[in-house]
């Protein structure tokens, strides 16, 4: 899993840049409608890149970028008028409607940037933690025929939906599937 963060107000614009993602092999962390939803998925992975557009439900890149200084870099996705409003010594600009190699050029950038100077190791779970995750993944794994990748996303999309730890979310999975 890469360490992305894909955000917009728009589902449809959400929509676009995930399967043009997935089109060139990389997988985000996560999809966000909201800064705080952005803002909490980067401080759980430690740092990262967010992919977002000027306006998310509620706040504009330039606050997600002043929240995320020193933990991550953005890269925004907007019209050039928008761009005009951007600042931020950890945001970069990128025109929509744009070309595919100049988007994964900016983002390859971004991605070599975060990880000389932005990474700060997610805090690690207790062993005890990562075997409650590990036994709702396998359960989901064998009762939904899902792949591991697949079981993790599923309990970290759950996770932030309801606002829950993803431990907490998979004690829930286990408990619905052996009660």
Known sequence: MDRIVVAFANEE?????????????????????????AIRLIRKMGSGVVVCGFKLRDMTANDLAASLRGTAALLVVSSAVNLDYCEGENLYKLASPTSRSDFFASLDTLLQFESKHLRHPAPKRKEEEQKVIQRAKELLMDINRMTEAEAHRFLQKRSMDAGLKMVETAQMVIDSYTH
């Open 13 to 37: 614009a959400q929509r676009r840049i995930l399967r043009l993602l997935e089109s060139n092999g990389l997988a985000p962390a996560g999809c966000c409608f909201s800064g705080a939803e």
